[in-house]
Structures are given as C-alpha cells and as structure tokens.
C-alpha cells in the first residue's frame, strides 16, 4: 500500500487461455508453441516459428515456401507510411514513435482482399514491422529506404533494408534466434494490450498499433540500453567488478539481472547467450563478449552477497543487449526489433481471442468522493 492506496498489477489472475507459450517460472521453463525455447530458436526460422504460432504445427516444406511467399509479398509499405516515418526521422521522434505512427497507417493504399481475412492483416502487420523500422532508421541516416527484397527470408531482408547490403550468415542466424525467443511470452503488458482491443471486436492493426505503444514503455522490455551501458562501461575500463560495485552500492538495480516470473534461471538468457558466444566467435569484433560474461559472474556473485534469499541472474534482456549490439543494432533500434519479434506474438494471441472471444472488461474498486451535488459555475468558489 502507498498513500495512492493499494496498487494493482493483475499478478496471478488468469484472463485467457492459450496455446502461443507456456512459462513456468520456477522451473526456468518457455514453451512456444509446444517446444522448449532452447530447442525451436536456434534452429527455426522466423517464419517457421510464426507458422506455428499462427496454425499450431510447424510448416512441411511446401506450407513453409508459400507463408514465406505470402508474407515477403506484403513487406512494402505505402508512400504514406514512408512520409509519415521520414517526418517523425527528421523530427528526432524516437523509434517506436515512428513505428507507431507508421504501423496505425499501414492498411493504406493496401489490398487485403476480402476484409474479414484476419489472417492476411496479421501477415500483413507482421511484414510491414521491419519495412518501418528499417525506414525510419535509413532517414535517420540521411539516406534513402531501401526496399525490400522478396528472395530474403524475414531476418536477412530486415538486415538487409536496414544497411543496404546482404547480411553475413552469421548475422542472420543471430537475428533469427534473438526473434524466435522473445516472439512470444505469455500474457505480457503488449500482448494483453492487443487481446483487450481485439475483445472489443476491434481489428488486428488496431491491437498492433495499441501493442506498440505498450511496449514502448521502459517497464517493458526497455533494459538492453542500459545494460550495454553498463557493459561498454565496464570494457572501456577494463575492470567489471569495480562497475557492478558502484551500481549496486549507489542502491541501484543492475539492468539485466533478476526477473518478476522466473525465480530459477530465464532460460531465454540461456538461448541468447548461446547465440552470442557464437556470433562474436566468427565475428572477429571488438570481445565485448567476455567483458559481458566476466560481468555476469561478478553481477550474480555480488547480488548473492547482497540478496542471499533471492536469485538474481541474468535475463533475456541481458543477452539481448550483447547479442544485437555484436549484429551490429544500434542501441535505438533493441526495442523496435523487439517489437518486430513480438508482433508474431501479438497478430496469434489476437486471432486466438477473437475465435473465442469475451469482452475484457475488469472492474475498478471506486475509492472517489460519495454524495456531491450539482454546483453552477457562478456559485463555486
Ligand atoms: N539488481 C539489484 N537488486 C535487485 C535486482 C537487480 N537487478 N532485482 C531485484 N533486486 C532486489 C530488489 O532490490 C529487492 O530487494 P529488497 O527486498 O531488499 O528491496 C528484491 O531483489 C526483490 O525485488 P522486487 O522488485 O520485488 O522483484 P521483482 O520480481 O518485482 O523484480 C525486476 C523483477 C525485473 C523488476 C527486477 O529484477 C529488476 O528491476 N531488474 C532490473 C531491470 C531488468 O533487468 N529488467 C528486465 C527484466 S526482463
């Protein structure tokens, strides 16, 4: 209780049931789909892993290159939405801004074909994500859009319009593990955003757009910035333990450690970690790699001293953070990539409400002022 009264976070109530992911947080356990995080993300595709989502098998090899078709054809995006995302580029908007301003436009100028063919607006949704981001981030640059090349699976071509060049297969494959883990994740703020505004028998763009600006909250998803701070900082010097000490000694939380459902170890840290030590080892990039692993030892060590009855390691935003950064992400893009990843989450749990759908529509303890009446303007003090 504060002076506010109590507060309300919804923990532990049930408002829907699914299939997408199962999370057993004290056993450091995700499912997607049926399968063990560690098992599907670094071995799927992204459209792999959205095929299941969306039809709850994974794809034979015919279903795979028609959804791949299917989707790459609706990755363009409207002139409109190009002017939108060059503005808010040129407005120094931040990204999610522009990807909220350029998702809500998107059906613009767009054939859908029959529309209540839900699914083609989910593709269509989840196509169009990284055109956006990719957009804005080029106008950013100064430079031009790149447009996007339908040959390119999701991951390569959103590297692709990003830098303008083929990405390495190994920035591919990082990429692709990164969406495929954090695609879905039970009923976080975003997506239950998105089941609230599809309750209402409202449409999938519409609960994209609202997702986005769910996300866009720093409680949500907002760590990897400050924990490649915190990283960089600790390499610049040479010396993680003296970095970790003066955070936790200033009464700081360290970004990246610790999470709010898993009591035993995140086990997406464990996905992205994996992902990372095989990206910088092909890389031959500057080794922040182990400056992040050095840290993570000392981070878990002193959190032990500090918290003795809690355990605090590190979580997916941790390894997010150095996984995207060896990509070559800047810092501004970890959460509109995020968003691309989680919208294959979004459009699922979307449809997935609306084939059994019940308004949400929970209730509020009313704690105002009783029995007032009526005062004209001119009698008011
Ligand atoms: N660094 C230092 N101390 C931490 C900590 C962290 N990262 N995470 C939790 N703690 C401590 C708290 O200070 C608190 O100590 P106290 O009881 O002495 O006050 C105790 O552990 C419990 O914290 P609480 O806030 O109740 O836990 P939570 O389950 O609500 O926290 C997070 C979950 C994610 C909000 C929290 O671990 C955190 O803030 N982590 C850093 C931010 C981050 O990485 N977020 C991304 C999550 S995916």
Known sequence: MNDAGPSFGLEDVTVAQTRLSSIDGEEGALLIGGYPVEDIAPNATYEEELYLLLHDSLPNAEELRDFQADLARRRSIPDEVASVVRRAAREGRPAMDALRMGLAAVTLSTDLGDPSATEAKALRVVAAMPTIVAAYWRFRQ???????????????????????????????????????????????????????????????????????????????????????????????????????????????????????????????????????????????RENVFETARELEAVGSR????????????????????????????????????????????????????????????????????????????????
């Open 302 to 381: 002193l959190l032990a001293e500090r918290k003795p009855d809690r355990r605090l390691e590190t979580n997916v935003e941790f390894y997010t953070a150095v996984l995207l950064h060896g990509i070559g992400f800047p810092a501004e893009l970890f959460s509109p990539t995020f968003a691309v990843s989680r919208v294959g989450g979004w459009v699922a749990h979307a449809l997935e409400q609306k084939r059994n759908n019940r308004l949400v529509r929970p209730v509020a303890r009313y704690d105002g002022a009783e029995g007032r009446t009526w005062t004209p303007i001119g009698e008011r003090e």
């Open 142 to 284: 100064g430079a031009d859009p790149v447009s996007p090349r339908t040959a390119l699976g999701h991951a390569a071509n959103y590297l692709y319009m990003l830098r303008g060049e083929e990405p390495s297969r190994s920035a591919v494959r990082g990429l692709e593990t990164y969406l495929n883990t954090v695609i879905d994740h039970g009923l976080n703020a975003s997506t239950f955003a998105a089941r609230t505004v599809v309750s209402t028998e409202s449409d999938i763009v519409s609960a994209a757009t609202a997702a986005v600006g769910a996300l866009k909250g720093p409680l949500h998803g907002g760590a990897p910035g400050p924990v490649l701070n915190m990283i960089q900082e600790a390499h610049d010097r040479g010396n993680c333990e003296e970095v970790v000490r003066a955070r936790l000694d200033a009464g700081e939380r360290l970004m990246g450690f610790g999470h709010r459902v898993y009591r035993a170890r995140d086990p997406r840290a464990d996905v992205l970690s994996a992902a990372a030590e095989e990206f910088y080892a092909g890389a031959g």
